[in-house]
């Protein structure tokens, strides 16, 4: 647990040294060493690090060892979609390296985030204070396809706030070839037009009253949308409510700022929509924890959302009151993550191999 908590406070010392000693690209200077900290401490890792990190680097060898002509059979026997089979066959022919396939897959994930946090956020160091405390970057360490899936998405915002639906739908095309639950990230740029009022705040809410009452039927139908029958066994073994509650607080601070952001320019209405999203997965996941796994699409922005709400506050005293509570809970969070350990990453270990 202790390489955890010291990267996070890493975070910290970056930004206190680069503050202090750095006078022009500081956000650029301090994400270029996280990020470097965050790819080496994701490649270094040892195979039991992460439920699914042995399971992954196995079937990188079967298809980097499988010939192309054969490629396209792989689907069944290694259960991924074939851009991820693509990927690691790319990356086998480059070298069939265990460490070389981390660090790929580790690197498209990091540098992506990171790119999305440098051209979104107004708080770089807590965004990724949240990326951490949150658990997504734990998260990274366990679901490969789906945050390279994550990574694909991210740049497809702007295309949302542009109206340019051709590109949006390619990029979770693309994105859905790495994890097919990519596709549900579809359902945001329809919302992006609607008007956040008290009509909008009420129906949100009835909506979220009849999934909770009705879970189960949506849980099945989109089970077979996205083919997901073997999992019907899973139906009522939930979870989430700690996330839940996290999620409505940090909508109810979006309300509550969102005219003070909205004078200043800023766009958040498009991150309210997402975080309405992932609050009506989150009750979805309270039966079903694999619905947790959608929930990630739309969480993660998150780490744009909160420094960004934080932001807005007037005067700067008010300000630092915010970001001591949102440190505060962060810490407390994650800790909770670190001693649950459910994508089994604690404790961490170098690679023996």
């Known amino acids: 647990m202790f390489i955890y908590i010291l990267n996070l406070v890493m975070i910290f010392l970056w930004a206190l040294f680069i503050t202090t000693t750095i006078k022009k690209n500081k956000d650029l200077i301090f994400i270029i060493l996280i990020s470097t900290q965050l790819i080496l401490l994701s490649l270094l890792r040892d195979l039991n690090v992460g439920a699914d990190t042995a399971v992954y680097v196995n079937r990188f060898h079967i298809i980097a060892q499988t010939a192309w002509e054969r490629i396209f059979q792989l689907s069944d026997i290694v259960d991924f979609e074939i851009g991820f089979i693509i990927l690691n066959k790319l990356i086998g022919i480059v070298w069939e390296n265990e460490s070389f396939f981390l660090a790929v897959t580790s690197s498209i994930i990091i540098l992506s985030i990171s790119k999305y946090i440098y051209k979104n956020s107004k708080i770089v160091w807590l965004s990724f204070v949240i990326f951490i405390a949150f658990g997504f970057w734990g998260m990274s360490l366990n679901t490969l ?21 051709i590109k949006f739908v390619i990029h979770i095309l693309i994105a859905s070839f790495f994890h097919i639950s990519a596709l549900s990230f579809l359902i945001i740029y329809p919302l992006f037009k609607m008007k956040i009022n008290k009509f909008y705040i009420t129906l949100v809410i009835c909506i979220g009253v009849a999934v909770n009452l009705f879970s189960t039927k949506i849980i099945y139908f989109l089970m077979g949308i996205f083919g997901y029958h073997l999992y ?100 407390f969070y994650y800790l909770i993550i670190l001693t649950t350990d459910v994508g089994s990453v604690v404790p961490y270990q170098i690679m023996s191999r």
Do not use: W
Not at 246 to 263: G, K, P, T
């Open 145 to 165: 396809r789906q945050f390279i899936a994550i990574a694909l998405i991210l740049p497809s915002i702007k295309y949302i706030k542009s109206r340019d639906l």
């Open 232 to 331: 019907v066994g899973r139906v009522g073994n939930g979870s989430g409510t700690g996330m839940l509650l996290m999620l409505s607080l940090i909508a109810i601070a979006a309300l509550l700022y969102r005219r003070s952001a909205i004078r200043n320019g800023e766009d958040y209405d498009l991150y309210i929509h997402i975080l309405i999203v992932s609050i009506l997965l989150n009750i979805l996941a309270l039966d079903f924890n694999l619905a947790g796994r959608a929930m990630i699409y739309f969480t993660i922005h998150c780490i744009i959302l909160i420094p960004n709400i934080i932001y807005t506050i007037k005067p700067k005293m008010d300000r630092s009151v915010g970001i001591y509570i949102v440190l505060l809970g962060a810490m």
